[in-house]
């Protein structure tokens, strides 16, 4: 079966500029995550979509980040306007179902300079 | 307190030997356990799961869950070069929708 497909691979912006990932799940996965990784930590959720709705974006930097999920399928995370902080790989993964063990997408690395 | 914890290590273990590595979770109302591998600059890679107390092997991996001590640990036998990584710890809460929470991560280093 086909992975997790993420794109882009690598990415490097401005502070203050925009940025977007996007991903396709594993087909038939109903469970989409964003997740953020700093070097040197786990990865940290930043949303939860189950089919194309929202079931957690508690930890989601609403005024920056948005997040959509159409037609339960493939998904984007937007960035804008970026900080410093920001700089991080970005990792996409999709289950069969809540609380199944995730696949994960190859990441997005993010350097905000 | 963090709800999944790990030691940062890094471990060190010459090969041959048998890795532990170790987690702790906050959160009695837990669900699933899984450890993740994660090679320098890649993904994580899911390695085991497990969902009940006791162990359960796979290869040279053994997982071990005690949910009494919210203690869930990962064994590594004859553990070769290949096997240097960082180790994820990761859990899924009933109260949380199922989402998994990653502890820091181990960083495991396998001495020829």
């Known amino acids: 079966e086909a992975g997790v497909a993420q794109s882009p691979r690598y990415k490097i912006i401005e502070k203050r500029q925009s940025v977007a990932f996007w991903c396709n799940p594993i087909?038939?996965?109903?469970?989409l995550y964003w997740y953020q990784q700093i070097l040197g930590q786990g990865p940290k959720l930043l949303i939860q979509f189950q089919n194309n709705g929202v079931v957690d974006d508690s930890q989601l930097p609403k005024d920056r980040f948005s997040a959509e999920r159409l037609k339960g399928v493939d998904s984007t995370l937007k960035i804008q306007p970026a900080k410093l902080e920001d700089s991080a790989v970005y990792l996409c993964a999709s289950s069969p179902r809540r609380g199944d063990g995730y696949t994960f997408g190859s990441g997005t690395r993010l350097t905000v300079v | 307190q963090k709800e999944v914890e790990q030691n940062s290590g890094p471990l060190s273990v010459p090969e041959g030997a048998i890795a532990s590595l170790n987690c702790t979770y906050s959160?009695?109302?837990?669900?699933?356990f899984f450890w993740y591998r994660q090679y320098s600059g890649k993904s994580p890679e899911l390695i085991m799961s497990i969902y009940s107390n006791g162990d359960k092997e796979d290869g040279r991996f053994t997982a071990q869950l005690n949910k009494a001590s919210q203690y869930v640990s990962l064994l590594i036998r004859d553990s070769q070069p290949s096997d240097s990584a960082t180790y994820l710890c990761?859990?899924?809460?009933?109260?949380?929708?199922?989402?998994?929470?990653f502890g820091q991560g181990t960083e495991l280093s396998v001495k020829p």
């Open positions: 087909s038939g996965h109903a469970t």
């Open positions: 990761a859990v899924s809460f009933y109260n949380q929708g199922g989402k998994l929470i």
């Open positions: 959160d009695r109302g837990s669900q699933s």
